[in-house]
T-cell receptor, first 117, second 116 residues
Framework: DQQVKQNSPSLSVQEGRISILNCDYT??????FLWYKKYPAEGPTFLISISSIKDKNEDGRFTVFLNKSAKHLSLHIVPSQPGDSAVYFCAASAISAGGTSYGKLTFGQGTILTVHP | GAVVSQHPSRVICKSGTSVKIECRSL??????MFWYRQFPKKSLMLMAT?????????EQGVEKDKFLINHASLTLSTLTVTSAHPEDSSFYIC????????????FGPGTRLTVL
């Protein structure tokens, strides 16, 4: 039961262009979403997150969009740089109504981004 | 800030031996740490949640007697792979949760375990 899905295993983009990474989820209890970047044989690096009370969060070249009705989020990287080449994971968490949570993250399968010079 | 370290980064051991992996939050206190396993070309699989001062919560299918987790302090959690076998060879990653109003987890660099 894959509750978080990244349907594109890979994405190839030219340097300077926009990279759009997509993620879909099925669990309506998810209300906090994160994107991580991962290089081989390293731990994931946190990039950006968004709460379900927002539909957009921006941090430098990275912007995350959330469409709750479609249960879809996307990460936009612009302009893309060769150093952005890595595996990108989206993750989701459910925060209880009380404001605390178990803290468990559910990850997608990852998308390999390759940015060509 | 929010730096998580793991030690060792790489370990090779003989079948039947036990291996301990340490996970430390270096600049913050982590009441909750998580242990993941990543198979080649696969996503991260949560193995267990480690809460300081209490027993770990294991995910379905993860053997608690096989993967012993201890979270003795707010900055240290350990994972011990007992009686390791070749099928336990994998990339093990820990994360620590920053206790704010959100659930951001910061990950360690991972430990590559190879069981011969």
């Amino acid at each position: 039961d894959q509750q978080v899905k990244q349907n594109s295993p890979s994405l190839s983009v030219q340097e300077g262009r926009i990279s759009i990474l997509n993620c879909d989820y099925t669990n309506s209890m998810f209300d906090y979403f994160l994107w991580y970047k991962k290089y081989p044989a390293e731990g994931p690096t946190f990039l950006i997150s968004i709460s379900s009370i927002k539909d957009k969060n921006e941090d430098g070249r990275f912007t995350v969009f959330l469409n709750k009705s479609a249960k879809h989020l996307s990460l936009h990287i612009v302009p893309s740089q060769p150093g952005d080449s890595a595996v990108y994971f989206c993750a989701a968490s459910a925060i209880s109504a009380g404001g605390t949570s178990y803290g468990k993250l559910t990850f997608g399968q990852g998308t390999i981004l390759t940015v060509h010079p | 800030g929010a730096v998580v370290s793991q030690h060792p980064s790489r370990v090779i051991c003989k079948s039947g031996t036990s291996v301990k992996i340490e996970c430390r939050s270096l600049d913050f206190q982590a009441t909750t740490m998580f242990w993941y396993r990543q198979f080649p070309k696969k996503s991260l699989m949560l193995m267990a949640t480690s809460n300081e001062g209490s027993k770990a919560t294991y995910e379905q299918g993860v053997e608690k007697d096989k993967f012993l987790i201890n979270h003795a302090s707010l900055t240290l959690s350990t994972l011990t792979v007992t009686s390791a076998h070749p099928e336990d060879s994998s990339f093990y990653i820990c994360s620590a949760r920053v206790r704010t109003s959100t659930d951001t987890q910061y990950f360690g660099p991972g430990t590559r375990l190879t069981v011969l």
